[in-house]
């Protein structure tokens, strides 16, 4: 009898914790990987994009979260802004298993993590790689992004400045890097049009080395053609010293960055006296959108950091989070095939910071939009109008 009424309690206590053991195991928070350069070159980017998506967490917590109340837990993966480590932090955020991952700022470093992600099964959403060939040179079904492709950025660089500037002799400059020379191949696609018209002539189309110091050497070939506007693809820590040494040097057309060259950093780099007036293609600054999360986003992160994000890319690592968050909730689920299926095609009133959120069939983002931005004499970036 007493084996008999041990066996029947031990059965009741197993029948009562049971319960209390799968609510516990459903109210874990759901870990969402951020893959970002936090050390290395572009660190600076990366801090951002740490607390852009901190801040979004804390917007989807204030609306009551996702799947009835649970949590999101962010776990952070450092590339230090280069490809092996790269790798690296793909491979550790996979062993975490998160339910999907955000990540992260560079194409070339974004492309060894993708496929590591891809072979995993893993959906990955880029928010600051740009590179065209990233949807289109191979088939990714788990890669999205949320940030423009190269060939817009291209394409409306050529078309502002042959169309708006009025520049007949232009100057292209990269380095060589994944994004860089993206960009500057698209631009110079979609020069070809008005070079084939003879109202442009492009004069100069040539790299630097990323990480160097002096460029004396190509800035004086550059002096030599003459331009009417320079247009440089690469990053801020070289546009800075390009801005410099261009002017010490006689160059006075306008410099034009791509959306990775100007950003606090470069004026720091460049100096205000020459930062002043140096023009950027990319998308809308947090600043200049008019959506309540936009509003509400600036706020809160006026309020933690005492400052806003001052490049684009932070703003697209939230909305990553926002797109995420939105796919768990509809699908019911942090099942990869569930969130795949909303991403693909149940986007409908998903809206992030920049607007609302859908992906074309290759994972790109839909209804990018492009400007021209100027840095003010008080080391401002404000859209331009002449």
Not at 21 to 44: D, F, R, S, V
Not at 82 to 111: C, F, H, K, M
Request: hydrophobic share 40%; aromatic share 10%.
């Amino acid at each position: 009898m007493r084996k008999g009424k041990v066996w029947i309690c031990l059965c009741l206590a197993f029948l009562f914790v049971l319960p209390l053991g799968i609510a516990y195991a459903q109210e874990k928070p759901i870990k969402i990987g951020l893959q970002a350069p936090i050390t290395g070159q572009w660190a600076y980017e990366g801090e951002m994009a740490k607390n852009s998506v901190e801040v979004a967490l804390q917007m989807i917590q204030e609306e009551g979260g996702i799947l009835g109340g649970r949590k999101i837990e962010i776990v952070i993966a450092d590339d230090a802004s280069n490809p092996r480590d790269s790798a690296l932090a793909a491979q550790r955020l996979v062993s975490q298993r998160v339910a999907a991952v955000i990540g992260t700022y560079g194409s070339s470093v974004n492309e060894p993590a993708a496929d590591i992600y891809e072979a995993n099964k893993m959906i990955d959403i880029g928010y600051g790689s740009t590179a065209v060939k990233l949807t289109m040179a191979k088939e990714r079904k788990y890669f999205f992004r949320t940030c423009g492709r190269d060939d817009t950025q291209g394409q409306f660089f050529s078309e502002y400045s042959v169309e708006e500037m009025k520049a007949r002799r232009i100057a292209i400059m990269h380095d060589n890097t994944t994004f860089a020379l993206g960009v500057a191949e698209e631009a110079k696609k979609a020069l070809k049009q008005y070079l084939d018209a003879g109202i442009a002539e492009l004069v100069f189309y040539d790299a630097i080395t990323p990480g160097e110091k002096d460029f004396t050497p190509i800035l004086t070939k550059l002096r030599e053609t003459n331009p009417d506007v320079w247009y440089f693809t690469g990053y801020f820590p070289e546009a800075g010293l390009l801005v410099r040494q261009g002017r010490d040097l006689g160059i006075k057309c306008p410099f034009v960055g791509g959306n990775a060259a100007i950003n606090e950093d470069f004026i720091k780099i460049a100096g205000l006296d020459y930062a002043k007036g140096c023009l950027m293609t990319q998308e809308p600054m947090p600043t200049d959108l008019d959506t309540p999360k936009a509003k509400r986003f600036l706020e809160l992160y006026r309020q933690k950091h005492n400052t806003i994000p001052t490049s684009p890319w932070p703003v697209y690592a939230a909305d990553a989070l926002f797109a995420l968050a939105f796919a768990i909730d509809k699908a019911g689920s942090t099942e990869t095939d569930a969130m795949l299926n909303v991403l693909r095609t149940g986007m409908e009133g998903c809206d992030g910071i920049t607007g609302s959120i859908g992906f074309t069939d290759r994972g790109d983002r839909r209804g990018i939009i492009y400007k021209m931005y100027v840095v003010t004499e008080k080391g401002e970036m404000v859209v331009y109008n002449p």
